[in-house]
Each structure stands twice: as C-alpha cells, then as structure tokens.
C-alpha cells in the first residue's frame, strides 16, 4: 500500500525486459556498432504519447522527477524574477527552488484543507516580474489533483512559463501537455508507470527556454569542446538503457491493459475505500471527492501520531504504508494535519480486493481501539 | 537483552524523529513493558490482536508490540548521549525482568 512510493509489484514484463537489456549486448546510443537506440527511441515515443507531446524529441530521460526538476530549475533564467508555485509540491521542486530564494523570489499559493488549490489563487499570485509558475498536478500526500488546463490558461494568458511535477499523476490519471499547456513536464518511471527506481525524464516543449546544465558526451559532434549555445543537450554521458528498457515495458503493460481501464480500475478502488475510511469512527480523511482521484489517501487517527498507527499497521498486521510528511513540508499546516503528517496509503493496478479488505480491517480495528487512547 | 541497533530504514517514518530498531533476544512482555514505564507517558492498545505501546518522555520515544522481537527508538535531533541513556536504562529493566524470572 505504499505505491505511491515505488509500485510493487511491477509486470513479469518489466523485470523480463530488464534483465533483457542486461544480458544484452552493451550498446550507447550514437557510440556503438551495437544499436540500443531503438528501445530509448521506442520509449521517447510511447512517452510522448502518452502525454500528447508533438513529438518524442520532447521527451528527456533522467534519473527521475528530482534530476529532472533540478535540470530544469537550474536552467530556466528565473534571476531577478519570481515563481508562483504551491504548498503542495513536494521537495523535489521545493528545495531547488528555495536555494535560489536569494536570487528569485518565491510565492507559495496555499491550498485547502484537502490539498486542492484554486487555480484563482495562483492568477492573484502573479505579479510583473513573474517568470513560470509550478504546480504538482497530483498531491502525493492527499491525492488532490489540480485543475492544470485552467492554471495552463492563466499561464498563457499572463505569458508564463508552465512547469508541472507529474510525478505522481502519470500513469493514474489523464495528462495532456497540449491541453494543459504546459511547457514542461517532470516524471518517474517507478510510481505509477511501473519502471524501475532511477529512470525518470522531463517533457520540453520546442522553444522552451531551458539551458541544459549537464554537458558531457553525447555520442554526436564529438569533435567539439564547447557546446554552440543553441544546443538543446538535456542526456549526456551513458543512458540508463537497463531502466529506460524497464519503462517502455512498463508503458507497453499500460498501452495493452487501457490507459482509461487503469485510470478507471485505480479511480474506483481509491474512490471506495476513502468511502469506507470516511465512515470509521476517529478516523480523519484528507480527502475530497470533487478534487481527489489520484491513487493515494491520507488519514489521521485520532490519539495516535501518525508514526504509530504505520508501526502498528505493520508491525501487527503486515500492511507496508508511509507516514510521515512525505518530502512535503507545506502543505501539512494547511490539510490541518499536525507536526508528524499523515498516515498514507496508495493503491496500484495490482491492488487486489483481499489487500483492501484487509487495510480495512486492520483500520477498523485501529480506529475502536484508538478511542481508549 | 539487546541483541542488535539498527538505524531505522525508514528515518522519515518519525516525521522528524531519529529512529531506532533495538533487536532483542526475547519478545517483549507486558511486564517488561510496564517496567520501562517510568521512561515516559504510556500510550496502551490493550485491544488489538498484539497490544501496541508508546512511552514517549522530552527529546525521545520508546514504542513496540508485545510479542515482537524489537521495538522502536526514536530521538529528536538525533541526540546520541540520549539514545545510549535509553539503550542502557532497557539493557538495566532487562536484566532486572531476567532475575526476576530467576528467582521464580
């Protein structure tokens, strides 16, 4: 129940097309006799369509959301400027902003007490200096999903750039960079694509003013030292060819089950059980129906710090969550969840009834005798 | 006795706290339990099918399920001097629980 993490288990898939690569001959893109190209290329086009980008050369693989944001924030010309972004991002977005708070200024749009933030709120934030706006699409701690084609709107409309963190939201939901607008684009492989830990990427719209910050082999024009300005160079040194292997695979799981089934079964299964979970007895649900359809849920129960209800969950009954902030220092005060953050469950596609029934039970049981506390 | 410390794998599950797994040669027992309670408040789930408790005093927090194996540290700032205060304190309720049992 902490796939929200890393899902597990993966496809057989997956792990066949892993190992695969390993066993395979080694190869680098453009610096091999040997070609592996085509599945990094077949990867960038199944990627591209998953979230609509006008084509594969927009898509970039890296280690994951938190290289990806670092490569993007890094490169963007945001000094002297200000971002609007919001309490709900998690720290891979926070930190890479705030360590440049000297040199950009930064405002953080609240949310409410469900993790949902008005995309209003983010247009009031802008001010004459703003330069790009960034917006986790799905909450990791609440599941709350942004309404990013009306915050895409207001970004256009204000001449903003567009960054979204869809770390947690592909693969689960619905994501449309055209529809959105949206100019850039950070994912993970290992969540709901079911890839392996370290693969990520970042979608690049064409003209997207993002300077690439690595620089390093790239297997073409391997006589220069410097790299003319107008390079647009976001891969460099050997490509994590075993990972993104794991990704396509995983991407191909979903292309053959049914984006719409996935994001149908998943939407159910979190839709029912914060039902069931909204119904216990001193239990506290971060969770609102009309903003919520991710796969993650976060409760409280009452008289137990959220560590404790994680250990008795799986010290007692063997049931693997998290609690804790969730790399996610802002939003805590805000969903009114207290200092040691929530207790956190997300489901996968692999999520069977008997796992739910048995959460369930376990919580029932949690929540009666929590009120002997 | 304390057979093994373990750094929790888990450090951000203590929201702030520095964890501890403390591998022991015994399960823990309600006696034993009781025995560290001048450690801290005790928090007690007599009702679940392995009754769960807490101590938790300032700077630091004891928790585990009867029957179990282990139970959890956690110290604020990872304060080492506290956290061998506490490792020595159980060491010392178990051996007393041990002779206890001797003298039965």
Redesign the interface.
């Known amino acids: 129940m902490n796939n929200a993490a890393t899902t597990y288990p993966k496809p057989a898939s997956v792990a066949d097309a892993v190992a695969k690569s390993v066993c395979a001959l080694p190869s680098e893109q453009g610096r091999s006799t040997a070609d592996d190209s085509r599945i990094i290329e077949k990867c960038r086009r199944q990627m591209a369509a998953l979230i609509h980008a006008a084509a594969p050369e927009e898509i970039y693989f890296t280690s994951g959301a938190t290289e990806s944001a670092n490569l993007v924030i890094s490169g963007l010309d945001l000094d002297g400027g200000h971002v609007v972004t919001t309490v709900t991002e998690h720290n891979c977005i926070l930190r890479p902003l705030y360590r440049r708070e000297n040199k950009t200024e930064i405002t953080c749009v609240a949310c409410d007490g469900y993790g949902f933030v008005r995309p209003e709120n983010i247009e009031k934030a802008i001010r004459k200096n703003t330069k790009a706006i960034f917006v986790n699409h799905c909450s990791n701690v609440t599941g709350a999903v942004q309404n990013i084609e009306e915050i895409g709107r207001i970004a256009q409309k204000h001449g903003l750039l567009f960054v979204v963190d869809g770390a947690q939201s592909l693969g689960s939901i619905l994501t449309d960079v055209q529809r959105a607008k949206i100019d850039v684009l950070i994912f993970t492989a290992h969540k709901s694509l079911f890839g392996v830990s370290g693969t990520g990427g970042l979608y690049i719209r064409r003209g997207t003013p993002v300077k690439p910050v690595k620089v390093g082999g790239t297997g073409f024009d391997s006589y220069l030292v410097r790299l003319p300005k107008d390079y647009s160079v976001f891969e460099c040194g050997t490509p994590n060819v075993s990972g993104i292997s794991g990704l396509s695979a995983g991407l191909s799981f979903l292309e053959n089950e049914g984006f719409d089934n996935v994001f149908c079964k998943l939407g159910q299964m979190t839709k029912a059980l914060a039902k069931e979970l909204s119904e216990m007895p001193n239990l506290e649900l971060y969770y609102k129906e009309e903003a919520s359809c991710g796969a993650v849920l976060s409760f409280n129960i009452r008289g137990l710090d959220a560590a404790d209800v994680g250990y008795i969950l799986t010290n007692v009954y063997g049931i693997v969550l998290r609690t804790g902030l969730h790399c996610c220092p802002l939003i805590h005060e805000h969903i009114h969840s207290g200092k040691y953050g929530t207790v956190h469950i997300s489901l996968s596609y692999f999520t069977t009834e008997d796992d739910i029934c048995a959460l369930k039970k376990a919580v029932r049981e949690l929540c009666e005798n929590a009120s002997a506390v | 006795m304390i057979e093994k410390i373990e750094k929790s794998q888990?450090l951000?599950?203590?929201?702030?706290?520095y964890g501890y797994d403390i591998m022991l040669t015994e399960a823990v027992s309600e006696s034993f339990m009781m025995r560290l309670k001048p450690l801290g408040n005790l928090?007690y789930?007599?009702?679940?099918?392995?009754p769960?408790f807490?101590l938790e005093n300032r700077g630091y927090l004891i928790?585990?399920?009867l029957g179990?194996y282990k139970i959890?540290i956690?110290v604020a700032y990872n304060d080492r001097e506290v956290l061998e205060k506490i490792i020595a304190s159980i060491d010392a309720e178990f051996s007393k629980e041990n002779l206890k049992n001797d003298d039965i």
Request: with cysteine; aromatic share 10%.
């Open positions: 888990d951000c599950a203590e929201a702030g706290w928090v789930l007599s009702g679940l099918k392995q769960f807490k928790k585990g399920v179990a959890r956690g």
